[in-house]
């Protein structure tokens, strides 16, 4: 047989080879889980929205009397409102530690960390 002639088959049969190989993977449909994604990143936008406006909305939220707390007076609501904390909710989701970074180590000499977070938890229940 001539050198030509199976060099010339050579690349017809490559090339078929090619052709059913792209046919077979590149071509087809793109699979569901696509249109999957798709979903989960529409829904985490429109989760994304909800709590936007729920920071926007905190801005708006008349602040409530935290010296009803025991331990909390004038300089530690101060403080506090300066760090966005306005409501019993705000105070009651914080940790004691970032209760003490937020007043400062003095609180620990004045009253209980946690007592605090407890009793912001109590009066926000009630509201």
């Not at 010339?8 to 071509?27: K, N, Q, S």
């Not at 699979?31 to 798709?38: D, G, M, R």
Request: hydrophobic letters at 40%; one cysteine or more.
């Amino acid at each position: 047989m001539n050198p030509w002639t199976i060099f010339l088959i050579g690349v017809l049969v490559g090339w078929l080879i090619e052709w059913i190989i792209d046919w077979a993977y590149w071509r087809r449909e793109a699979p569901p889980e696509s249109a999957n994604k798709s979903d989960e990143v529409s829904d985490l936008r429109q989760e994304n929205a909800k709590l936007k406006s729920r920071l926007t909305l905190c801005d708006e939220i008349k602040p409530h009397q935290l010296e009803r707390i025991k331990g909390i007076g004038p300089a530690i609501k101060k403080r506090l409102n300066k760090n966005k904390i306005k409501t019993f909710s705000q105070l009651a989701d914080i940790t004691p530690q970032h209760l003490i970074e937020i007043v400062g180590e003095q609180i620990k000499h004045l009253v209980d960390e946690n007592e605090i977070i407890h009793q912001a938890k109590d009066f926000a229940s009630l509201i």
